[in-house]
């Protein structure tokens, strides 16, 4: 199948205006960002009781410390604190599952964006009718969902936790192989918040991995290196049955605007559109890859590149003949081959007040 057959008129392709208030940067305005939220909020009476979820090894080891401080501040107001700790990668799943939630409670998850990617899939396992509440309290080295929710601080997240607004919260039901590439296992399911990365941006958060010790600029040494190797990488893409094969950069796959170090990787996205996002940067040489992370980091200008495409969907699929990394919410999970479906307003998520 040639790449033309992407563009058919049975997806829907995104098209950005440009902010005409903006600067000129690398070659371009910025565009007009999407809202965040595309339906009105629910006010809501503050909660008596909350199940706090925590990853105590997130963001260097500061999650108990957060989470300590959050108690405090809930059990001051009154409210009943159930508190849990995870001992491993995955182990929140398990313990958000065999929660005993009431009507009216909300679970908070303290840590990254894949500590709530893990804290969601727990509960879309127990309960996946059920249209909990959740909220977010920052506390990991990605807090993409956190940022895009305008959760600036802890103070400005337990307020929000205890008097700001319920919003619907799209999710995506992710399906693939548990394990990078030759160390695959059984396939799983995730339910993912924030982003689903395959390519070049899964291969540089790999290598992120490894120099934690540098901290945030981490992320873009790891893309530089990515950038260097520039490996060829084939797949076959579905999105809401319209197929495509060619040879490919990036996807990036996202519900929410930000990934990363607060990267604007997808300037039209909203959480409760009912669709997500993804951004297809065709094969492309270095100077070129090089040209469109510029751009990215510059206020989103990339969805103006010549060599990157838009789109929304309910359904994808990525297929490849060998098996290649997949990260689901910042972790390096999996393998292909993958499926989402997209499930609109899924759950409830608490944001700030917008008086």
Same mark, same amino acid.
């Given at each position: 199948? %040639?790449?033309?057959?992407?563009?058919?008129?049975?997806?829907?392709?995104?098209?950005?205006?440009?902010?005409?208030?903006?600067?000129?940067?690398?070659?371009? $305005?910025?565009?007009?960002?999407?809202?965040?939220?595309?339906?009105?909020? =629910?006010?809501?009476?503050?909660?008596?009781?909350?199940?706090?979820?925590?990853?105590?090894?997130?963001?260097?080891?500061?999650?108990?410390?957060?989470?300590?401080?959050?108690?405090?501040?809930?059990?001051?107001?009154?409210?009943?604190?159930?508190?849990?700790?995870?001992?491993?990668?995955?182990?929140?799943?398990?313990?958000?599952?065999?929660?005993?939630? $009431?009507?009216?409670?909300?679970?908070?998850?303290?840590?990254?964006?894949?500590?709530?990617?893990? #804290?969601?899939?727990?509960?879309? +396992? *127990? +309960?996946?009718?059920?249209?909990?509440?959740?909220?977010?309290?920052?506390?990991?080295?990605?807090?993409?969902?956190?940022?895009?929710?305008?959760?600036?601080?802890?103070?400005?997240?337990? *307020?929000?936790?205890?008097?700001?607004?319920?919003?619907?919260?799209?999710?995506?039901?992710?399906?693939?192989? =548990?394990? &990078?590439?030759?160390?695959?296992? =059984?396939?799983?399911?995730?339910?993912? !918040?924030?982003?689903?990365?395959?390519?070049?941006?899964? %291969?540089?958060?790999?290598?992120?991995?490894?120099?934690?010790?540098?901290?945030?600029?981490?992320? %873009?040494?790891?893309?530089?290196?990515?950038?260097?190797?520039? $490996?060829?990488?084939?797949?076959?893409?579905?999105?809401?049955?319209?197929?495509?094969?060619?040879?490919?950069?990036?996807?990036?796959?996202?519900?929410? +605007?930000?990934?990363?170090?607060?990267?604007?990787?997808?300037?039209?996205?909203?959480?409760?559109?009912?669709?997500?996002?993804?951004?297809? &940067?065709?094969?492309? !040489?270095?100077?070129?890859? &090089?040209?469109?992370?510029?751009?990215?980091?510059?206020?989103?200008?990339?969805?103006?590149?010549? !060599?990157?495409?838009?789109?929304?969907?309910?359904?994808?699929?990525?297929?490849? +003949? #060998?098996?290649?990394?997949?990260?689901?919410?910042?972790?390096?999970?999996?393998?292909?081959? &993958?499926?989402? %479906?997209?499930?609109?307003?899924?759950?409830?998520?608490?944001?700030?007040?917008?008086?």
């Amino acid at each position: 199948m %040639d790449s033309e057959q992407i563009d058919r008129p049975a997806l829907e392709r995104v098209e950005f205006e440009v902010d005409s208030t903006s600067k000129r940067k690398k070659g371009t $305005k910025r565009p007009i960002f999407a809202p965040i939220f595309t339906m009105k909020s =629910e006010s809501t009476a503050p909660t008596k009781r909350v199940h706090l979820l925590v990853n105590p090894f997130s963001g260097k080891r500061k999650g108990r410390k957060v989470a300590q401080y959050v108690i405090e501040q809930l059990e001051s107001k009154g409210v009943a604190v159930e508190s849990h700790f995870s001992a491993h990668s995955g182990h929140l799943i398990t313990i958000s599952e065999q929660l005993d939630t $009431k009507p009216g409670d909300i679970i908070v998850s303290i840590g990254g964006d894949g500590t709530f990617s893990e #804290v969601l899939t727990g509960r879309m +396992q *127990a +309960q996946p009718d059920a249209k909990e509440t959740f909220a977010i309290i920052p506390a990991g080295t990605g807090n993409s969902m956190a940022f895009d929710l305008g959760l600036k601080d802890i103070d400005t997240a337990i *307020a929000a936790l205890m008097g700001g607004n319920k919003q619907a919260l799209d999710l995506a039901r992710v399906e693939l192989i =548990e394990g &990078l590439p030759g160390s695959q296992k =059984e396939k799983i399911v995730r339910y993912s !918040h924030n982003l689903v990365t395959w390519g070049l941006g899964v %291969d540089s958060n790999i290598k992120a991995e490894k120099m934690r010790w540098m901290g945030p600029i981490r992320y %873009d040494v790891g893309i530089l290196m990515a950038i260097m190797a520039n $490996k060829r990488r084939s797949a076959t893409l579905s999105l809401d049955g319209v197929k495509l094969h060619d040879d490919f950069t990036l996807f990036l796959i996202q519900n929410s +605007q930000t990934g990363g170090s607060e990267l604007p990787l997808a300037p039209g996205a909203s959480l409760d559109d009912g669709k997500m996002d993804i951004g297809i &940067l065709k094969k492309m !040489h270095r100077r070129g890859i &090089l040209k469109a992370f510029g751009m990215l980091k510059s206020e989103g200008r990339h969805v103006f590149h010549p !060599h990157v495409v838009y789109h929304r969907f309910k359904r994808l699929e990525i297929t490849t +003949q #060998v098996p290649t990394a997949i990260n689901v919410d910042g972790e390096n999970l999996g393998s292909t081959p &993958l499926t989402m %479906d997209v499930l609109p307003s899924a759950v409830l998520i608490m944001s700030p007040s917008s008086e």
